[in-house]
């Protein structure tokens, strides 16, 4: 019984395998209407590719460019999207919900 | 996220184990929390411990609730709960399977499909699947259903459907569903009654199977299907019994 395709754990451990470096994006709040639920998750190589989601498609390419640095620079950062955050908005949370997200390197 | 910990992850997946992260949000320090042990960098009380494996238990990711006090400067521990996939019994290597399987498998479900007929249960029709070529009674009763699991039964044939049937509805899985027209199913239950189930575990089948969407090709029943299986999980909407009468039925015979 394989996971499901496109699981991002099982693809983090794919890439990594290869020799790539990987990131892992996890929702780890919300409030209010968002598209999905605490816990979901995105894994991002160094190269931007991603696999999962962490909203409807609104914040994905702003996390997996914080992905990539991250990758890059090492550390963790909690990102936080919402309609009070002018930034965000401008990244298009449009649904009004707010959510925040964790991103952190996968050690090689 | 420390490689060791990573690798105990992906470990534990395929040893069918849910385990769960618990992330100090701070500075990523980590332990990896099982219902027996606890390892990794971030060191953790009894009390954080305690509501870390309720949450495993619950299959509930969040923040750990006494770290997470409204506009506290404390650490804010993240619990990632990584549960098992939900498992999905197919009995019958048919055409509706064929369409199910895949469907199953993106709607996260790992997908095992039982037909004691080698001619229908082949690779070639089912790649990448759990395939069992064997009676879906010894099938089921060596890896038995669990409270995770649905079972759709598909073949058509009392002479496999009725076996699968008898194991499943006294047992735990959150879905049964069996294809066939109401009149079908009033003689499936007279036969499974006549073999000693009772009126409780029979209305435990769904059937018609699938949800009244008038779905004709194999690919709609395996969509309806999916659909009702999601509404139980879920809780969506009430669709247990014989359906509506102005509906079409799935998959009707």
Redesign the interface.
């Known amino acids: ?6 699981d991002p ?2 693809v ?2 794919r890439w ?1 395998a290869a020799g790539l470096g990987v990131a ?1 994006a ?1 929702v ?2 919300t409030w209010g209407s968002s598209p999905r ?3 979901s998750q995105l894994a991002v190589d160094e190269h931007g590719n991603f696999v999962g989601s962490v909203s409807g498609g609104c914040i994905e390419g702003a996390v997996v460019e914080t992905a990539q640095r991250i990758i890059r620079q090492g ?2 950062e ?1 990102l936080d999207f919402g309609v009070s955050d002018d930034d965000a908005w401008a990244v298009g949370l449009a649904c009004g919900g707010r959510v925040q997200v ?1 991103v ?5 | 996220m420390k490689a060791a910990l990573f690798d105990a992850i992906v470990a534990a997946g395929r040893r069918k184990r849910p385990v769960a992260t618990v992330t100090d949000l701070n500075d990523g320090a980590q332990a990896l929390v099982t219902a027996d042990s606890v390892t990794g960098s971030l060191s953790l009380d009894a009390a954080q411990i305690a509501e870390s494996r309720a949450m495993l238990a619950g299959e509930a990711s969040g923040l750990l609730r006494e770290a997470a006090s409204p506009g506290g400067d404390g650490p804010r521990l993240f619990v990632h709960v990584y549960a098992l996939p939900r498992r999905l019994v197919i009995v019958g290597a048919v055409h509706i399977a064929q369409a199910l399987a895949p469907m199953a498998r993106l709607a996260g479900y790992a997908v095992q499909i039982i037909d004691p007929r080698g001619a229908f249960a082949t690779h070639a029709r089912f790649p990448d699947c759990d395939l069992q070529v064997a009676w879906p009674d010894d099938v089921l009763r060596n890896s038995p259903p669990d409270s995770g699991t649905a079972i759709a039964v598909l073949t058509h044939d009392p002479k496999i459907d009725d076996p699968a049937l008898r194991v499943a509805c006294p047992g735990p899985a959150f879905y049964i569903g069996a294809l066939g027209s109401r009149r079908t199913h009033a003689k499936r239950r007279e036969r499974l009654a006549a073999e000693g189930l009772t009126a409780a575990q029979l209305d435990r089948i769904h059937a018609p199977i699938g949800l009244a969407i008038a779905a004709r090709s194999p690919a709609e029943i395996a969509v309806s299907i999916l659909a009702e299986i999601t509404a139980v999980r879920r809780g969506g909407v009430p669709v247990a019994g014989p359906q509506a009468a102005s509906a079409t039925p799935a998959a009707a015979s």
Request: proline letters at 11%; aromatic letters at 4%.
């Open positions: 019984m394989d996971p499901a395709p496109g754990i099982a983090a451990a990594r892992l996890t780890v709040s639920p605490v816990g550390g963790v909690l964790f952190e390197r996968l050690d090689s």
